[in-house]
């Protein structure tokens, strides 16, 4: 077990290096820089050589990147041209932001989708016919479409308010609302699914049937027996999601205006403000290895016979 | 029944993007600089007193300049001129009283033309992106299942990378690296090309499973043995057994494409504004905060969008197709 940590261990690190590495480079390769962007157009060549010197620009990538690197070996990811701030001052403040949306919507889509999963998947009739249409047309609603369509409903009642993060905690949660459903109703939808299947193929399982038979009833043998078998399925997949959860809500902070690490990556990728770029994605990065390591842990609590195999296969 | 449903409405989607210059009444630049935001016209079969007449509508008629409210002019009938300049249906005052069946946006341009020449544009630029995600994705899944050894590893290893990364980001990324500004041309066959970086790896990692396991079986020794070349293997008798796993992904990718055009459109790095795409109709709706309680109108490019994926999504269901995490989304 130690050792498949250390794998995925590594394989995280490696995760937030290539991520930033490659990020940093592509920023810098994009045509334009910050210079071209910022100056006005008729600004000098010597005043934007000047700047260019200022900001670092006037050096090769290789050499930038490498001045970079060893800098942020000591936690010094570089300044931000456009906020004319150090990158690791300005990233904590709007990660926290994203991970407060992005985990209020996992809770979401675990809290709706799975009780609604195990119910859809467990009986016939017209509530699970109603449960399963419901989720189609969610999973036909990604979080672009999903969030215009709660900010449309939002701006017609004026039920919750949209921009921004609010002020005192009850004020936030009120302002979390709109992007949290916009991200955690498709993803329900996803679970739903995914644990409506699973449910399915559980129930079929002679275990089951010898429940039953023993008088047990239906509804403790659906929620207690045939529960933890049918969660692997819906813990193997908690690694991808954490992938669309930052897709998810780099949309959605469009949308509705939420300041989190997406607005601001879009902000500097305008700007071609790379340090700031590559802060950015090594942040996001560093969330995702973290969901992924988590996730790969989860499965092996939930199905032990899972950290084996992936044991064999890395 | 709800897969011929949505196969009748992708139908429909379809047909309409191929005919949009015949169905649309107008061109998708055409703007009326007097009816900024006015709201659609609905076609009357009757007037106020009653009498029945052959289709017609009523001009707008602006109330508030400021506030852009616009009123029926109720004195006038407009009839609806068919089959005239090559188009199916327009108004036969267009200059006073266009036949805007949904609305006009901020430039005072047709909402439902742009939403048909959009369609061109935005299905058009999945289908390529789908059709590239295809080829790019069996050809490395090909070569990793069939070669093996490092480069099975290599690949495979590079493919997985990708895919762990949200696809949205990683298309950001390489979009960023190109010109802000690129002729439209350009721009699509760039956008289909990213789209296509990011998709084919779903498809590589199913081709190279099913490529290595048909290659054991005894058609396939047979095939080598009679003298097969690798080339022949692979596109007669290896790549084939792949078909069925190929179409489903391409049905999955295709809604994934549509939604990833609109995202970059709306943040500003697809298509830039005078073209009409689903995208770049949301980006244009959304620069204007009053759009959501007194121009819905301009949120139509979304609902066509989840016409569209909905339609997917049920001829998927019914197909039996696996309810696949599809994190592309």
Known sequence: MSRYIVRRLAFAALLVIVVSSASMILARLAPGDYVDLSLPPEASAEAKAQARARLGLDRSIGAQYLEWLGAAIRLDFGRSFLYDRPVRELIPGRAANTAVLALTALAVATLVGLPLGVVSGSRRGPLSGTIRFISLVLLSMPPLLTSLFLVFVAARTGWFPIGGIGESVLDRLHHLVVPAMAIGLPLAAVLERLQAQAMGEVIGAPFVLAALARGVTRSRVVWHSALKPSLRHVAAVYGLIVGSLLSGSFVVEVITAWPGLGSLMLDALRARDIYLVTGCAGTGALFLACGTLFSDLALGVVDPRASERVQEAA | ?329
């Open chain 2, 1 to 329: 029944m709800s897969s011929r449903i949505g196969a009748a409405v992708l139908g429909i989607a379809i047909a309409t993007a191929v005919a949009a210059p015949f169905l649309a009444p107008h061109a998708p630049g055409d703007h009326a600089d007097r009816l900024l935001n006015a709201p659609p016209t609905v076609p009357h079969l009757r007037d106020d007193s009653g009498a029945w007449h052959a289709p017609f509508i009523y001009p707008w008629q602006l109330v508030n300049q400021l506030e852009q409210r616009y009123e029926q002019d109720r004195s006038k009938r407009v009839p609806l001129a068919w089959l005239s300049n090559g188009r199916l249906v327009a108004s036969s005052d267009d200059a006073q009283a266009p036949l805007m069946l949904l609305g006009a946006d901020s430039f005072g341009r047709d909402v439902f033309s742009r939403v048909l020449f959009g369609a061109r544009l935005s299905l058009g630029l999945a289908a390529v992106a789908a059709l590239g995600a295809m080829l790019l994705g069996s050809a490395i899944g090909a070569a990793a299942g069939y070669i093996g050894g490092v480069w099975d590893d290599v690949l495979m290893r590079t493919t997985d990378f990708v895919m762990v990364l949200p696809a949205i980001y990683v298309a950001l990324a390489l979009r960023a690296v190109l010109p802000l500004v690129l002729p439209p041309r350009t721009l699509f066959a760039m956008l289909a090309g990213i789209f296509a970086v990011v998709g084919a790896p779903f498809i590589a990692r199913g081709v190279r499973a099913i490529v290595r396991s048909e290659r054991r079986l005894d058609y396939a020794s047979a095939a080598e043995a009679l003298g097969a070349s690798d080339a022949r293997l692979l596109t007669r008798h290896l790549l084939p057994a792949t078909r069925g796993f190929v179409v489903v992904q391409i049905t999955l990718l295709v809604p994934a494409f549509i939604v990833a055009e609109a995202t970059l459109s709306y943040v500003g790095l697809g298509f830039p504004d005078p073209i009409a795409s689903w995208g770049t109709m949301l980006h244009d709706a959304s620069s204007n905060l009053r759009v959501f309680a007194d121009f819905p109108w301009l949120l139509s490019p979304a609902v066509a969008m989840f016409l569209v994926v909905f339609s997917l999504n049920l001829v998927l269901q019914q197909a039996g197709a696996p309810v696949v995490y599809n994190e592309r989304s």
